[in-house]
């Protein structure tokens, strides 16, 4: 009986959670409080509460469901260039575009973290959210994404030593 079946059902549910579960929560929230701020616009007094709410619940929704669309690699792609290349080519692309993508949210890591953290003293204006909670998916986003750029350089050079492109 082996333990990583098991590590590996876990971790689906992990990454569902933060990549599916966490946008869709946070898209019905954003939802909800932009109506209720149209309707306290026109039919009772201007709400300021609902704003920033939505503000802070559209920065999580598009970091964390871009990391889901990482993972469908269902975002948009301009690929003229790239589908005109042999395959061969087209692995080497993937490996230098992943590369730099990778070194790029690797070195903008540590400085996230710390203005991040550094954010910790100030307060939303309206609902006294620390400023840490509304920047961190910044981070949940940058560690993710290196992970899922490091498995796809990993694979692609070991398609190129088999001898298949994939």
Sequence with gaps: MSIFPALKKVWKIFIDII???????TFSTLFLSFMTQIIARYFFKPLIWPEELSLICFVWVALLGGLYA?????HVAFTM???A????TQTWMRIIGNGLLLIAFVAALYPSWGY????????????KIPM???YFPFIVFLVDIVIRLAIDIARDITSLRRGKDA
């Design 81 to 83: 260039i790239y589908d």
């Design 132 to 134: 840490t909670l509304a």
């Design 85 to 88: 290349v042999k395959p061969h």
């Design 70 to 74: 990482k993972r469908d690699n269902s």
């Design 116 to 127: 991040v953290t550094f954010m910790s003293y100030k307060r939303s204006d309206a609902l």
């Design 19 to 25: 990549e599916l579960y966490v946008p869709i929560l």
